[in-house]
Nanobody, 121 residues
Framework: QVQLVESGGGLVQPGASLRLSCAASGSIFSINAMGWYRQAPGKQRDLVALITRRGITTYADSVKGRFTISRDNTKNTVYLQTNSLKPEDTAVYYC???????????????WGQGTQVTVSS
């Protein structure tokens, strides 16, 4: 069974930084795209950043220049470095990964449990 476990959230002041991590474990043959999404209270879950297996990245306009996504394929881990945080970045951040458990390469979307990021003075 595959699990995604996030860490690194917390309560910070505006302008601060946080580094989120998400490690995939279990029966993993291959991981394709990995990404971070966020959901604020009363709002839909939106894409924050995405990274392909080869390292091609995509960002939401609202975080470009402030957030950086990266991954370590040897550790099945994806990171999100968040800088210059704003109150509007407050949300639950979810990790997502497309994972194949066998050589048949049937990729399935998996989600982590989420980690809270709160930006407040």
């Amino acid at each position: 069974q595959v699990q995604l476990v996030e860490s690194g959230g917390g309560l910070v002041q505006p302008g601060a930084s946080l580094r989120l991590s998400c490690a995939a474990s279990g029966s993993i043959f291959s991981i394709n795209a990995m990404g971070w999404y966020r959901q604020a209270p009363g709002k839909q879950r939106d894409l924050v950043a995405l990274i392909t297996r080869r390292g091609i990245t995509t960002y939401a306009d609202s975080v470009k220049g402030r957030f950086t996504i990266s991954r370590d394929n040897t550790k099945n881990t994806v990171y999100l470095q968040t800088n210059s945080l704003k109150p509007e970045d407050t949300a639950v951040y979810y990790c997502n990964a497309h994972i194949a458990e066998t050589s048949a390469l049937n990729y399935v979307s998996k989600w982590g449990q989420g980690t809270q990021v709160t930006v407040s003075s």
